[in-house]
């Protein structure tokens, strides 16, 4: 039943596998056949037995007194079928010498005995199918011919269960179910001891999965089923050790840590692969591995797979061929996990996310043009979660867009809350790159700015990912959909990266953010001033609004004021506050007192 396993281990691992678990079903199946041979061979008594080296358990009976459900080998009747793998057919058994003097005969149970041996393809003896009376019976060879083909369908029927959710259909390996329940019988084993599970990822999927939609399915499967081989002969893994099939395109070993070293060794130096899909096409395939050291009877064995995929993961990130499962770098990725979770149940509740808003300032008249609105989350047991943090979560998920629309939502509502209180400014909204690219985006924001009793005049869109945006025709797209419906445009951080100015003829700007970097060094720094300063001077020429960021001191606004930058935020303006202390803030007009101090 399992490919590269000793005999000995095979009957174990196979009565294990059997015995492990409550299987009605199977049970059932096996008493139709033990009724089945008995009618056959016009005796009254049958039962099923599972065999090891040790032990016989019965698994099913039917016109039999109660029999013990575990018997040592050596005290059964069986015993003689499973030792010569052949079939038994005793008419009397009180005039067989290797019977009369077991309990059953002398007490006269069981007269008539036959037993057929249950094998595995490969003719290892798993179990027996017997027949029994309390009478001698004389059955003739068409009624033995048809038991012994009824005891061979019971075997079919037990390997075929067993490798139902047990092998992989397409490699033919043991799968990871087969993994699972040697690891739980290590946990039972007499003797605890360390094992190294490694787990390969051999082949890149979705890749595959891309070159079967012109290949066609059948040329990918060929290469998935010659791989296991392949790895097998570059590991140098001996018979008795079985390879996996973890997962489509990803395969296992499982060993002693006092045996692992060398295992280890070839993971972390396997060559590349040159795969042939067809005659003339051929791909390179890139081994990682992740692996750990446990001992089974500490760990469930699911979350020995789970460390081990983390490990591999984590090769897969770093590029690397082999990494060990680091318990530290885990738990923080659990932490971010957990974390994530939380987020989307804080999108769902009332009282955890907020806004706050920070303004901006005309550096020419002093007067506040708007605020930019920024998230703020504060979890029940962390507190507040960076922004950062919030952003870092979410990208990569479909959270993303939820955050979203919740920023949406809430900015409008404060922007109705403004309106009725005779506040005009406009609300900056920051849009990443996955945002835009949802088809239909603009028309779908115009639609909630005009139901809320808006304009687009008071929404201003800051486009986040500027390099990530110009990848995506669709998020192109949208973003001339949602100039044309009347929307300005920022484009943020400006002068972050090396290549800002071709953007600013692909993008539809109206403003352009200064990022922090570009000028936190003008007070001090002769380049940096030169730098800011023809950067400023260029933009205003190509008829952009500017904005500076993070402006944090006076000398930097004056400085800024004096290049021709038209608006700043920052620190030395304004934290960013509430609703409420917004209006606090236009009632002060504090902002106007401090820029007119710069002239």
């Not at 930097?556 to 506050?577: S, V």
Request: aromatic letters at 8%; proline letters at 5%.
């Amino acid at each position: 039943m399992f490919s590269g396993l000793n005999r000995s281990d095979t009957k174990k691992l196979a009565t294990l596998e059997l015995l492990r678990q409550e299987d009605k079903p199977r049970d059932r199946t096996l008493d139709e056949f033990a009724w089945l041979a008995s009618q056959l061979m016009g005796v009254s008594g049958s039962f099923v037995t599972i065999v090891d080296d040790q032990f016989q358990y019965i698994k099913c009976t039917r016109n039999l007194p109660p029999l013990a459900t575990k018997v040592h080998l050596d005290e059964t009747m069986c015993q003689h079928s499973v030792h010569s793998s052949r079939a038994i057919i005793c008419n009397d058994t009180r005039r067989d010498p290797r019977f009369a003097s077991h309990p059953q005969v002398t007490n006269g149970t069981v007269i008539f005995y036959a037993a057929a041996p249950l094998k595995t393809h490969k003719g290892d003896v798993f179990g027996t199918l017997c027949l029994t009376d309390n009478q001698p019976s004389c059955p003739n060879q068409l009624q033995i011919d048809q038991f012994l083909r009824v005891a061979k369908l019971t075997s079919e029927y037990l390997q075929s269960w067993y490798s139902v959710g047990r092998i992989d259909p397409l490699t033919g390996l043991p799968n990871r179910v087969s993994m699972l329940n040697e690891i739980n019988r290590l946990a039972f084993s007499d003797v605890p001891e360390p094992w190294t599970l490694v787990i390969f990822d051999c082949i890149d999927m979705p890749r595959a999965y891309e070159l079967s939609r012109y290949l066609g399915l059948a040329a990918v499967e060929k290469m998935l089923r010659s791989f296991g081989p392949l790895l097998r002969l570059r590991l140098n893994l001996t018979e008795a050790t079985p390879l996996y099939a973890f997962a489509t395109g990803r395969y296992a070993v499982l060993v002693k840590t006092d045996e692992a070293s060398e295992l280890l060794e070839k993971a972390r130096t396997i060559p590349h692969t040159q795969a042939k899909i067809t005659g003339d096409i051929e791909i390179q395939l890139q081994t990682h591995a992740g692996y750990l050291t446990f001992e089974p009877r500490e760990i469930p064995g699911q979350e020995v797979f789970r460390r081990g995929v983390s490990a591999l993961h984590e090769a897969i990130r770093q590029d690397t061929a082999l990494v060990e499962f680091d318990p530290v770098m885990d738990d923080k990725r659990n932490t971010d996990f957990r974390l994530l979770y939380d987020l989307g149940e804080a999108i769902k509740s009332s009282d955890q996310l907020y806004l706050v808003y920070q303004p901006k300032i005309s550096l020419h008249t002093g007067k506040t043009e708007g605020v930019e609105a920024l998230l703020r989350w504060n979890h029940p047991e962390k507190g507040n979660v960076p922004p950062s943090t919030i952003v870092a979560l979410a990208e990569r998920t479909t959270l993303m867009a939820s955050l979203t629309q919740w920023v949406i939502r809430r900015a409008l509502q404060q922007l109705q809350i403004w309106r009725a209180q005779g506040i005009t400014i406009p609300v900056s909204l920051n849009i990443t790159v996955s945002d835009f690219s949802r088809s239909g985006f603009a028309r779908q924001l115009a639609d909630m700015v005009t139901f809320s009793g808006l304009t687009p005049n008071d929404i201003r869109i800051e486009c986040l990912e500027t390099e990530k945006v110009l990848e995506s025709q669709t998020a192109l797209l949208e973003l001339d959909n949602l100039k044309a419906l009347g929307f300005k445009i920022l484009l943020d951080d400006f002068g972050a990266g090396y290549s800002n100015i071709s953007y600013l003829r692909r993008i539809p700007i109206d403003i352009i953010k200064l990022d922090r970097s570009l000028i936190n060094q003008i007070t001090t720094d002769a380049g940096s001033q030169i730098i800011a300063r023809n950067i400023i001077t260029m933009l205003k020429e190509l008829d952009y609004l500017v904005l500076a960021e993070g402006v944090e001191d006076k000398e930097t606004a004056t400085i800024l004021r004096q290049f021709g930058c038209d608006e700043a935020q920052g620190y030395y303006f304004a934290r960013p506050m509430t609703a409420e202390q917004i209006v606090e803030w236009l009632d002060r007009d504090s902002a106007v007192e401090m820029v007119l101090t710069l002239h």
